[in-house]
């Protein structure tokens, strides 16, 4: 399996904007912690939660139900079909699950729905006709509602049990009030046996922030029959909208002309990018031409600078103010689909360099719609979120004229001790070629990390890596959404960017989140093929071709670790018999091949000698796979190669996947060779203990246990007496880690070190670092017998949209080839025996 389990994946997932209560919950990777993130909020033209009542029947209670009240917020019908509410108490350990109510039925635009609950011991006031009844017993004072967009429970409760990124994605709106531990924003004021809360403008408000959207008054429950209220109207400031108690009852609901639309909506969720080099020329100083339009609102001037709110420090000396900025319009992402904002800047800068002329206000295109060039005067609340300085909520803004900004050159790497803080929100350009180094979450969050100087590799790989040095070359790329697993993923046309293709020109606004600065492109970036896929691997010369492969879990048995459904199990197969008849070895020793004695491994065969003929190819049989799900396994071509001698293993516990040890001859006689296929430990912590804990010395857990399988293939070499001794596969330590080096010390040479230059040495790519987690090592007399090597890059720098799985892929994307096969890219050399 991957040597690090990809627990920064778990770490970065974007949710929407809000913020639940901040639960840490443990990742497979020790040491690594998630917040619990709040689910994505309706954002404009959804249905949102507008009340919630849970006195119903208590004493002093106005109504004998409780009641929860739902609003199209929409342009459009919405269908309610195959949705739910759920319910779970404030700060308890039970799911969601345990109280759900299935909804059904249509709501038009500016339509409300009742949803009758439970009822007290105390009978008072009816509800009018309910749209929806069910059972849930809200508190009268605190708890956590969730509009669903599935019947299926949430098994989570968003505090003791965080709800997880896919869970969360289910939940169309949460309203936490009182003492709840899982809210937006921050959590809705406590409600009591008189009061329900109510969601401002009539339903239509939505900040993601469960405070700033809710108030409380007397119920005033309204269902599909009340006069519909649709959102279509300018959003009013906080300080015009109408309070609880100036909600209509049933009998008197405000007309579509009374009923604003929502004034805010999330903010960006996207992580960030760096900030330009102090030590470049300051920019000639950007223009604006004044147009204003002709309206008192466009006279009422800013009472702040940009600089001001921005400060010199990472946080707001604002926060927390109201104020009035002005600036130009630099990158427009207001739709909800993107950052629900936009950025804009000071066209007259103030002098100091520690202080950010660019600021990000939170407002979607519905509260009033911008563009790039735009001269804006805007009125807001300044805050920090999740890092960046932003305004949120936005209570006015007033378009005046038009204005230009020229983007600030910046160049990478960043000085020593420089920090990104100066250009948060600043529009920069990149002048010099930046090289893709990651592209993990290309698919999922449509982010790719590049580099200047080249790709990044790994610290332990090789000599003279600086981390520092790596940190201040790179930068983290955006696609400017909150989209998950796009449907139409960027940088894919017309053809998926590599690991090792670069950019010229890369223009956007450094932005910040989940603390990563990160660059919102505001043009296209076209990445150049710099490093372009090679159709076969490498010519290694020789009488005998010997491969290593890495198959990132070949299992029959669907729904374990490797595919989960007949058709990605065949396109998996597909993918891995393009590999093996490319690399055309004589033997291959494979890793991550199911337990299943030979099942996994003569599947494979099979498939493979389907298209290359009968026989081609036979695999060996492991005498000692071992206990664990997947095995090392070994398939030669009995036409080139005849074994001598039996199969061996080792029966040694350092061994959790035990090597296979064979000797082999060429058919038409020569020098016997001896592969020991083997599989070190992972470097993933769970359950590293003592000496296997991670000593911060860049080698992660389990070094300790790789130093002693080194030392057992050592020892088995000469209690074996082996023949021309060729150690090879996963051995899950890069080049100038202690295990390499325990095998070096023991008389074996990397042959890729010897024989592939460095820049092209890397067979995986981790967290935006490439190095060669696969060897092969060969003994003196077998060494001088190597003729070539090389490392063919079908894996490590093809995204993993290009996989098998059928799961969050675009389908048009996958081929049945050699690319992306596996995560880690299969070695080959060649032998003259």
């Given amino acids: 399996m991957p040597f690090l389990l990809r627990a920064y994946e778990h770490a970065h997932r974007r949710s929407a904007r809000a913020v639940a209560a901040i639960v840490t919950v443990g990742l497979v990777a020790a040491g690594v912690t998630a917040l619990s993130l709040a689910p994505a909020s309706a954002a404009p033209g959804t249905v949102v939660i507008s009340q919630v009542y849970g006195g119903g029947g208590n004493a002093g209670a106005p109504l004998t139900n409780d009641y929860v009240e739902l609003f199209n917020r929409s342009a459009t019908t919405v269908s309610l079909d195959g949705w739910s509410l759920q319910y779970a108490s404030a700060t308890g350990t039970g799911p969601f699950s345990s109280n759900k109510v299935d909804l059904a039925g249509s709501l038009a635009p500016g339509q409300y729905h009742l949803v009758q609950l439970a009822a007290g011991t105390t009978p008072s006031g009816s509800l009018p006709p309910a749209d929806t009844t069910g059972n849930l017993n809200l508190s009268g004072t605190a708890g956590k509602v969730a509009l669903v967009h599935s019947a299926t429970g949430l098994a989570c409760n968003g505090g003791s049990t965080p709800c997880t990124p896919e869970q969360q994605a289910q939940i169309a709106d949460l309203v936490g009030y009182g003492s709840a531990n899982y809210f937006e924003g921050a959590a809705a004021p406590a409600l009591s046996n008189t009061t329900a809360g109510f969601r401002a403008n009539g339903g239509c408000a939505d900040t993601d922030d469960n405070a700033a959207d809710f108030q409380t008054g007397v119920p005033a429950p309204r269902n599909t029959a009340t006069a519909l209220a649709p959102c279509d109207g300018p959003s009013p400031s906080p300080s015009e909208s109408p309070s609880p108690s100036d ?117 979607r295109s519905s509260f009033k719609d911008v563009k790039v060039g735009d001269r804006v005067l805007v009125t807001g609340k300044v805050t920090e979120f999740n890092g960046l300085t932003e305004l949120s909520p936005v209570t006015a803004l007033d378009v005046c004229g038009t204005g230009t900004i020229a983007p600030q050159k910046y160049s990478l790497p960043r000085p020593e001790g420089a920090t990104f803080e100066p250009s948060e929100s600043v529009l920069v350009t990149f002048p010099e070629p930046l090289t893709v180094s990651e592209h993990y979450n290309l698919g999922r969050f449509g982010e790719v990390t590049v580099s200047s100087e080249g790709r990044l590799f790994q610290p332990t790989d090789r000599t003279g890596v600086d981390p520092a040095l790596n940190a201040r070359r790179s930068l983290l790329i955006d696609d400017g959404s909150n989209t ?56 290694v010369f020789g009488d005998v071709r010997v491969a290593s492969l890495n198959t990132l879990n070949w299992f029959t048995t669907l729904g374990s670790r490797g595919a989960n459904t007949a ?37 494979l065969v099979d498939a493979l000698n389907a298209q290359l003929g009968a026989g081609t190819y036979a695999a060996l049989t492991h005498p000692f796979p071992g206990t664990d799900a997947i095995h090392v396994a070994a398939i030669y071509k009995p036409a080139t190669l005849r074994p001598v001698g039996a199969t061996r293993s080792s029966t040694d516990p350092v061994f959790r996947r035990p090597p296979l040890i064979q000797s082999f001859r060429r058919v038409q006689g020569g020098q016997t060779f001896t592969m020991i296929v083997n599989h070190f430990k992972s470097k993933g912590c769970d359950g590293a203990t003592g000496p296997d804990l991670d000593q911060n010395d860049g080698q992660s857990c389990f070094n300790a246990e790789r130093i002693r399988q080194a030392q057992a293939v050592l020892g088995l070499i000469h209690s074996m007496n082996l023949t021309n001794p060729l150690v090879l596969g996963d051995l899950n330590a890069y080049g100038e880690e202690d295990p390499i080096h325990t095998l ?27 190095g060669e987690l696969d060897h092969m090592l060969a003994g003196g007399s077998l060494l001088k017998r190597v003729t070539g090597a090389t490392i063919w890059h079908v894996n490590a720098d093809e995204s993993r949209i290009l996989d098998y799985n059928t799961e969050f892929n675009p389908p048009g994307l996958y081929a049945p080839d050699a690319f992306r096969s596996s995560d880690h890219d299969p070695l080959l050399i060649g032998l003259n025996l």
Avoid: H, W
């Fill in 484 to 539: 998950q697993n796009p449907a139409t993923v960027p940088y894919t046309s017309p053809r998926v960017v590599r690991a090792g293709d670069t950019a010229l020109g890369i223009t956007g606004v450094l932005s910040y989140g989940f603390g990563t600065y990160r660059l919102e492109p505001t043009k296209t970036i076209d990445f150049l093929r710099t490093n372009p896929r090679l159709p076969a691997p490498l010519p």
């Fill in 744 to 770: 070096e010390g023991g008389g074996l040479t990397s042959v890729s070190k010897r024989f592939i230059p460095a820049f092209t040495r890397y067979s995986y790519l981790f967290d935006g670092l490439s």
């Fill in 567 to 603: 058709e990605e199990q065949q396109r998996q197969l597909a993918k891995l018999v393009a590999t093996l008849k490319g690399l055309n070895a004589d033997a291959v020793g494979l890793m991550e091949v199911e337990n299943n004695g030979q099942t996994a491994v003569n599947a």
């Fill in 247 to 363: 909600t209509p009852s049933p009998s008197d609901s405000p007309s579509p002309s009374d009923s604003p639309s929502p004034s805010d909506s999330p903010s960006p969720t996207a992580p960030v990018s760096p900030s330009p080099n102090p030590s470049d020329p300051v920019p000639p100083t950007p223009t604006s031409t004044p147009t204003p339009t002709p309206t008192a609102a466009c006279d009422v001037p800013a009472n702040r600078q940009i600089a001001e709110v921005q400060g010199s420090g990472d946080a707001s000396p604002l926060a927390g103010q109201t104020v009035r900025v002005e600036g130009v319009v630099t990158g427009d992402f207001q739709e909800t689909t993107q950052l629900s904002g936009f950025f804009f800047q000071d066209p007259t800068p103030d002098a100091d360099p520690a202080t950010s002329d660019g600021l990000f206000a939170f407002a």
